[in-house]
C-alpha cells in the first residue's frame, strides 16, 4: 500500500514514508538518544564525577530528563504529531461518534506537548505529595503517582471504550499497546527511581529508561493513527497533500 506522507512525482525518483518507516525511524532515534544520555551521564557522573565543565553541560543538552535539551525537543515533537494526526484523522472521517473519539486524542496529544514543555504534572505531583505525604520521603509506593493514576485512567478508558465502538479493533489494540508502554515508562520507572540510591544509576540508566518508554509509546501510538489514516483515507490525504504543493507552488 502507498505511504500517504510522502510521494513524488512519477517522473521523479520515488520515495514513500510509510508508518512502518516512520515508527522504526522513531525508535532508532529513541534508542540513540537512550545511548547518548547514559554514556554522557556515565562520563560526566562517573569518570569526571560533574567536575568537568564542558562535559556537565553536554551531559545535560542530552539528558533525557533536562526541560532544556534534545531529547526534550523530541518529546514534545511526538506529543504534537500526536495531537495533529489525531486531529487529522478526526477530520477525515465522516461518522460523527468516530470524528470526536479522533478529536479526543487530537485534543489529549496537544494538552501532554504542552505539559511536556510547562511540567506542568510535576508541579501537581509535588503538591499531592506534599498534601497527602507531607515530610515523607518519596518511595515505590509512597508516590502521588499512585493517587493521580485512577484519575488519569477514566478519561483513557473512555476513549478506549469509545474507540472500540467505533473504529477498527485492530487500531484500537495498537494504541492500548502504545498507552501501556507509556504508562509503563511514566509511572513504574519514575516511583522505581525513588528507591534507587545510587545517583549515575538513578540519573542515567533509570530516568533513561523511563523516557525510553515513552518514546517508544508514544511512537506506536502515532504509528496507529498513520497506520488507520493510510489503510482508510489515503485517497483523501494524497489529495490535500497535492492541493498543498499545488499552493506552495
Known amino acids: 500500500m502507498h505511504g500517504i506522507l510522502l510521494q513524488m512525482d512519477k517522473n521523479t525518483a520515488r520515495f514513500r514514508l510509510t508508518p512502518k518507516r516512520v515508527l522504526f525511524a522513531l525508535i532508532c532515534i529513541s534508542l540513540l538518544l537512550f545511548v547518548i544520555h547514559v554514556v554522557l551521564k556515565y562520563i560526566s557522573i562517573v569518570v569526571f564525577d560533574e567536575k568537568h565543565g564542558f562535559l556537565f553541560e553536554l551531559a545535560n543538552r542530552f539528558d533525557m530528563n533536562d526541560e532544556s535539551s534534545v531529547p526534550q525537543w523530541f518529546s514534545h515533537m511526538l506529543f504534537l504529531s500526536v495531537g495533529i494526526s489525531g486531529f487529522l484523522a478526526g477530520y477525515m472521517q465522516t461518522k460523527p461518534a468516530a470524528r470526536k473519539v479522533w478529536y479526543s486524542i487530537g485534543v489529549l496529544g496537544v494538552l501532554l506537548s504542552i505539559d511536556d514543555v510547562a511540567t506542568l504534572h510535576e508541579f501537581a505531583l509535588q503538591t499531592i505529595h506534599n498534601t497527602f505525604y507531607l515530610n515523607e520521603a518519596p518511595s515505590f509506593f509512597i508516590n502521588a503517582w499512585w493517587l493521580i493514576l485512577p484519575v488519569l485512567l477514566v478519561p483513557a478508558g473512555l476513549i478506549a471504550y469509545w ?5 477498527p479493533h485492530k487500531t484500537i489494540y495498537i494504541l492500548i499497546a502504545g498507552g501501556l508502554v507509556f504508562v509503563l515508562g511514566k509511572i513504574l520507572m519514575d516511583s522505581l527511581a525513588n528507591d ?54
Open 163 to 167: 474507540g472500540w465502538k467505533h473504529l
Open 196 to 249: 534507587v540510591t545510587d545517583f549515575f544509576i538513578n540519573q542515567g540508566p533509570i530516568q533513561g529508561i523511563e523516557k525510553l518508554f515513552q518514546y517508544l509509546g508514544l511512537s506506536v501510538v502515532l504509528f496507529a493513527i498513520l497506520k488507520y489514516l493510510d489503510e482508510n483515507h489515503s485517497a483523501k490525504v494524497k489529495q490535500a497533500l497535492t492541493q498543498l504543493r499545488g499552493k506552495e507552488r
